[in-house]
């Protein structure tokens, strides 16, 4: 499978509006990689190229990296920076299947939903818990622990197999640790480097996670501008192996 972090940013993306911190001083000076849309990832798949959540800057991030072809969409929470482009699909030029749990589908609905959309876009629910087969590859979701619907995800394809946590914190569920047990990749979203940070997991707790599911790699992404500029971040994490920090249209072969 081909990776493509689309956007590695949290929920202000970097720089942030108006704010004059130094990381986002650098990131309006310098350009990539500082700069971070925000989060979405492109999963290319025998016969089925998912894209994982629509924040509102996917049109141009669809554009940019000319994403050309979708079978589906995966919604892992109805946050704004996680669906709030998703009426953009209602222009695409062919059917899309919306892999939502029923909860967050109710939101989208509710929130964000147009008669366009319901032409484009089928919805299959999942749940926590019970795997989706595609045939030549199969998706397993699980819940993450917050007061909000989120949901992870364990992909596997043939051997290989990756798991997303979504915006997990460091508190997890005995059944997610199970399933991130010797991924070949785990992909991480860590806005901020340190503790304290309740409701996201951080950079130093992912990556003693990492050494404690014996995962083969670890990818930070969901960068927020209080955490460190991309060169020093990805500094610190060369002090350990199989570590790497996401940025923009970064791409990951598997």
């Not at 998912?50 to 969409?73: A, C, F, K, Q």
């Not at 990749?185 to 480097?193: G, K, Q, Y």
């Not at 996201?200 to 790699?217: D, M, N, R, Y």
Request: glycine share 6%.
């Amino acid at each position: 499978m081909k990776i493509t972090f689309l956007g590695t940013g949290a929920a202000e993306g970097i720089p942030a509006i108006n704010c004059q911190c130094e990381h986002c001083r650098r990131a309006r000076k310098e350009g990539p990689p500082l700069t971070r849309e925000r989060n979405a990832i492109l999963f290319e798949l025998p016969g089925y190229n998912l894209l994982v959540d629509t924040p509102p800057d996917v049109r141009d991030m669809i554009n940019r990296y000319e994403v050309s072809r979708l079978e589906g969409i995966w919604i892992t929470h109805a946050a704004y920076e996680h669906v709030g482009g998703i009426k953009e699909f209602e222009y695409w030029q062919d059917r899309l299947d919306l892999l939502a749990e029923e909860r967050l589908f109710k939101i989208v609905k509710r929130e964000h939903w147009t008669a366009r959309l319901e032409r484009v876009m089928f919805h299959i629910p999942y749940y926590p818990g019970a795997a989706l087969y595609f045939g030549e590859f199969s998706i397993l979701p699980f819940a993450v622990r917050r007061n909000v619907p989120i949901f992870g995800f364990s992909l596997k394809e043939g051997d290989r197999r990756v798991v997303y946590t979504s915006d997990t914190p460091a508190r997890l569920t005995n059944y997610a640790r199970c399933l991130m047990r010797y991924a070949d990749l785990l992909i991480v979203n860590t806005p901020v480097f340190q503790p304290p940070k309740e409701d996201h997991i951080t950079v130093v707790e992912a990556i003693a996670l990492k050494e404690e599911v014996q995962a083969g790699e670890l990818i930070l992404t969901y960068i927020n501008h209080r955490n460190k500029p991309h060169d020093e971040l990805q500094a610190y994490v060369q002090n350990f192996d199989g570590v790497r920090v996401a940025y923009d249209g970064m791409t990951v072969e598997i």
